[in-house]
């Protein structure tokens, strides 16, 4: 009873396996729009609908010092080099 169980298994993989293909998938390699030819309908709205309400820029003032050179950050990163 055992190897005829074993036997319907392997047989019913073999099957399945036997009965997938493999797939090949072709893609269209161009392909034309003719927009002359389409017609939209739509309704026109006023612009009032999809504007957006202005907001006001709110200015940052500048964290970062103001500097007028960097030479001694120069001189220190030369020195490092040597």
């Excluded at 036997?18 to 797939?23: A, C, D, I």
């Excluded at 309400?53 to 010092?65: A, D, E, M, V």
């Amino acid at each position: 009873m055992m190897k005829f169980l074993l036997l319907v298994i392997i047989s019913f993989n073999y099957s399945y396996a036997q009965s997938k293909k493999k797939v090949i998938y072709k893609y269209k390699k161009y392909e034309k729009f003719d927009f002359e030819n389409l017609n939209i309908e739509a309704e026109s709205s006023s612009p009032g609908d999809i504007s957006i309400s202005p907001r006001f820029r709110k200015r940052f003032k500048n964290q970062l010092p103001s500097r007028l050179n960097f030479n001694p950050e120069m001189k220190n990163a030369i020195q490092a080099i040597r």
